[in-house]
């Protein structure tokens, strides 16, 4: 019973956390401006999408997905750091509409 009753924790925690690989239904409506020259948004705050695989496209994903869960619709990739295997995505994420 212990078994089972950690298993629907573990899969609930699983469910409910942000994801890493692919966009989530808000993080593919965020889209990506290539700078903030000429935005005309209001700035939802900071986001840092990360990869520990060695993807720095991953990392842009999970940038993307946090910045859609703050309800931002726009995001700019500020600095990607990449450090052996593991990018940072330091990022600013926009309402703009």
Known sequence: MKILSSLILLAT???CSTSTTQL???????????????L????V???VGENKEGSVE?????????AGEKGADGIVFD?????GSNWKVHSTAFKCE
């Open 45 to 47: 705050g900071k986001v």
């Open 24 to 38: 989530s239904d808000s993080g593919k409506n965020v889209r990506v401006y290539p700078n903030r020259r000429g």
């Open 79 to 83: 600095e990607e750091i990449q450090n």
């Open 58 to 66: 991953l990392a842009r994903n999970h940038a993307r997905n946090l």
């Open 13 to 15: 925690l699983a469910s």
């Open 40 to 43: 005309q948004c209001e700035v």
